[in-house]
């Protein structure tokens, strides 16, 4: 149990014991008083029950203002999405306005807008190496200032995307071995990743990364940004020309029972989510028990005046 205000509860028990100190006393000097005069005490302790009833309720109440709350496990419906997005140079290209990257992320900051709160969010941003810039998460809006932190920079590895976004998922490093040995990394049918980027690679067993993915029951929705005519970008003084290729694009989502969405046609990406097999969690959550301890408290301060009226005409 946690309380937001212990001060209170303190001051609150220290007045209850307090009142409690004060009934003993002045039940004791009745009875003494009582028996000096010859006079036998009128129903025994049982005369103050109802002194001890409202000493209890203003105990309870005293807790009751402390702001307890229970932790309670209480299960919600809950799917994960990784949005791994190209920051490689060529997405500095203007094939699609105002660059590839500033369009990945506008459309990826749509998406994330059309998400329900059931599905936990994350983002990796990947060029040669990749890089978890928000783990999963119900706050939407963590993943959305992770989007916009992204910056132009490397080259490009599509199979370290992957990789990178099966280990956010699954919260443990996944990668292929050199050899090409594809790790077991279990089941996981309740996550998602969506891939932004404009298909160029350099590096990483792309193929095999994917059978990873496909293997773990993980879908991947891949999406094409950039034009497939192209653009040139500066790198380190060098104009390079770059393009869109779908090709490797479509075979990581066919691979994974994903699909391949050109960047005009992302408005279908809020489709996504309803393939997403959400699974059952369970989290603990606060449960304020104030309103119930006041309703207790009530019940016994009314019990109490009712007693000590009935049997000594007052209400103290």
């Not at 992320?105 to 990947?126: K, L, T, Y």
């Not at 993943?143 to 956010?168: E, Y």
């Not at 490093?173 to 990743?193: F, H, K, L, M, N």
């Given at each position: 149990?946690?309380?937001?205000?212990?001060?209170?509860?303190?001051?609150?028990?220290?007045?209850?014991?307090?009142?409690?100190?004060?009934?003993?006393?002045?039940?004791?000097?009745?009875?003494?008083?009582?028996?000096?005069?010859?006079?036998?005490?009128?129903?025994?302790?049982?005369?103050?029950?109802?002194?001890?009833?409202?000493?209890?309720?203003?105990?309870?109440?005293?807790?009751a203002?402390?702001?307890?709350?229970?932790?309670?496990?209480v299960?919600?419906?809950a799917?994960?999405?990784?949005?791994?997005?190209?920051?490689?140079?060529?997405?500095?290209?203007?094939?699609?306005?105002?660059?590839?990257?500033?369009?990945?992320q506008?459309?990826?900051?749509?998406?994330?807008?059309?998400?329900?709160?059931?599905?936990?969010?994350?983002?990796?941003?990947?060029?040669?190496?990749?890089?978890?810039?928000?783990?999963?998460?119900?706050?939407?809006?963590?993943?959305?200032?992770?989007?916009?932190?992204?910056?132009?920079?490397?080259?490009?590895?599509?199979?370290?995307?992957?990789?990178?976004?099966?280990?956010?998922?699954?919260g443990?490093?996944?990668?292929?071995?050199?050899?090409?040995?594809?790790?077991?990394?279990?089941?996981?049918?309740?996550?998602?990743?969506?891939?932004?980027?404009?298909?160029?690679?350099?590096?990483?067993?792309?193929?095999?990364?994917?059978?990873v993915a496909?293997?773990?029951?993980?879908?991947?929705?891949?999406?094409?940004?950039?034009?497939?005519?192209?653009?040139?970008?500066?790198?380190?003084?060098?104009?390079?020309?770059?393009?869109?290729?779908?090709?490797?694009?479509?075979?990581?989502?066919?691979?994974?029972?994903?699909?391949y969405?050109?960047?005009?046609?992302?408005?279908?990406l809020?489709?996504?989510?309803?393939?997403?097999?959400?699974?059952?969690?369970?989290?603990?959550?606060?449960l304020p028990?104030?309103?119930?301890?006041?309703?207790?408290?009530?019940?016994?301060?009314?019990a109490?005046?009712?007693?000590?009226?009935?049997?000594?005409?007052?209400?103290?």
């Amino acid at each position: 149990m946690t309380l937001s205000s212990p001060l209170l509860l303190a001051v609150g028990l220290l007045v209850t014991a307090a009142l409690a100190w004060a009934a003993v006393v002045s039940a004791r000097r009745r009875t003494a008083a009582l028996a000096a005069a010859g006079v036998a005490v009128p129903g025994g302790r049982r005369a103050y029950l109802g002194v001890g009833l409202t000493i209890a309720g203003v105990g309870i109440l005293a807790i009751a203002t402390a702001g307890p709350a229970a932790m309670v496990p209480v299960p919600r419906t809950a799917g994960t999405v990784i949005l791994a997005i190209d920051v490689s140079n060529s997405m500095g290209a203007d094939d699609v306005a105002p660059t590839r990257l500033a369009a990945a992320q506008r459309a990826a900051r749509a998406f994330v807008a059309a998400q329900p709160d059931s599905v936990d969010i994350g983002v990796v941003a990947f060029e040669r190496g990749a890089l978890t810039t928000a783990r999963p998460d119900a706050d939407h809006s963590i993943a959305l200032a992770a989007i916009d932190r992204l910056k132009i920079t490397g080259g490009t590895s599509l199979g370290t995307a992957i990789t990178a976004s099966l280990t956010a998922i699954t919260g443990k490093p996944v990668a292929v071995g050199r050899d090409g040995a594809a790790p077991d990394i279990g089941y996981w049918p309740s996550a998602t990743i969506v891939m932004f980027s404009d298909g160029q690679n350099q590096g990483g067993d792309v193929e095999r990364a994917a059978a990873v993915a496909q293997r773990a029951g993980v879908h991947i929705h891949t999406v094409g940004v950039g034009t497939t005519a192209g653009a040139t970008v500066k790198v380190d003084g060098y104009l390079l020309q770059t393009s869109l290729e779908e090709d490797t694009l479509t075979l990581i989502a066919q691979t994974t029972g994903g699909a391949y969405h050109p960047a005009s046609d992302t408005a279908r990406l809020d489709g996504v989510a309803d393939t997403i097999d959400l699974r059952l969690t369970v989290s603990d959550e606060p449960l304020p028990l104030a309103g119930g301890l006041i309703g207790l408290a009530l019940a016994l301060l009314t019990a109490g005046a009712a007693l000590t009226v009935l049997r000594s005409g007052r209400v103290i």
